[in-house]
């Protein structure tokens, strides 16, 4: 039984990935720090790894405790993995909000016009006058130094103890529906409360993600824990598929992020 079998065709990459990782830690005897993984990647490698492996383990850390991007640590069993071995600074910033308002796109955006992998920046946190980020240690002098503007916005960066970090914990309303397929479409239909035919065009039109990735194929299977994201309507997920109905419907739970 081929393990790709459990993951989708374009996780296939990131599973090889995490393989190498795990045959690493085992070969030489040391640990093995990931950059940032989203909530989706976390989760393979914890299918991957598992929970009662008898040789390695893993841990996540992404700053605070509600953080969504984390890093991982792959370590052989005896090692004793600690806050600080994640490398992760916190970073945060002012801006006067009364002129402008900047939101987490454009702080994203800012960071990418500067050439910086989006593995290597965590969460960023926004409000109305301020907002934080955390980042891998080795580039904060790189970015201390050059992200000086957002939206032409002139902004300062200081390094903050991660003991400060603002802690936001997400609020999802959960919600059971009877659905006649696990297809992406009919069960964005259902989540956002729209006609099929809006769904599927969001969806071919590249403004729906499933988990972290565009699909544009309105027919995909969901599987239970997926995450998805429509653009402008905001993030859901496939909390558990609760069997069928006996006309051979599907009936599942699902929650919404509340704004």
């Not at 008898?54 to 953080?67: A, L, R, V």
């Not at 003991?163 to 997400?170: A, F, H, T, V, Y």
Request: hydrophobic share 35%; proline share 3%.
């Amino acid at each position: 039984m081929s393990i790709y079998q459990h993951f989708r065709k374009h996780e296939h990459p990131f599973v090889d990935q995490v393989l190498s990782w795990k045959e690493q830690v085992e070969r030489t005897y040391s640990y093995y720090l990931t950059d940032f993984l989203d909530p989706r990647e976390q989760q393979i490698v914890t299918t991957l790894i598992g929970t009662t492996n008898e040789e390695i383990q893993f841990s996540f850390f992404g700053g605070g405790n509600h953080t969504e991007r984390k890093r991982a640590i792959i370590a052989p069993y005896y090692e004793d993995i600690r806050d600080q071995d994640f490398d992760l600074t916190l970073l945060e910033g002012s801006f006067p909000e009364r002129f402008v308002k900047i939101q987490h796109r454009d702080i994203l955006g800012a960071f990418m016009s500067l050439g910086i992998d989006r593995k290597k920046i965590g969460d960023i946190i926004v409000t109305d006058d301020m907002f934080q980020l955390v980042i891998t240690s080795e580039l904060a002098p790189y970015i201390m130094m050059n992200f000086t503007k957002v939206n032409n916005v002139h902004i300062e960066l200081k390094e903050r103890p991660k003991s400060r970090i603002l802690e936001k914990k997400d609020e999802w309303v959960h919600q059971h529906h009877t659905v006649s397929s696990l297809r992406l479409d009919v069960v964005v239909k259902e989540i956002y409360q729209m006609s099929r035919k809006d769904a599927v065009h969001y969806i071919k039109g590249n403004r729906v993600k499933v988990n972290f990735t565009d699909i544009d194929d309105p027919s995909v299977p969901l599987l239970a824990h997926d995450l998805l994201s429509v653009r402008g309507h905001g993030r859901s997920k496939l909390v558990e598929i609760k069997g069928k109905t006996r006309k051979d419907k599907f009936r599942i739970m699902t929650a919404r992020l509340k704004a």
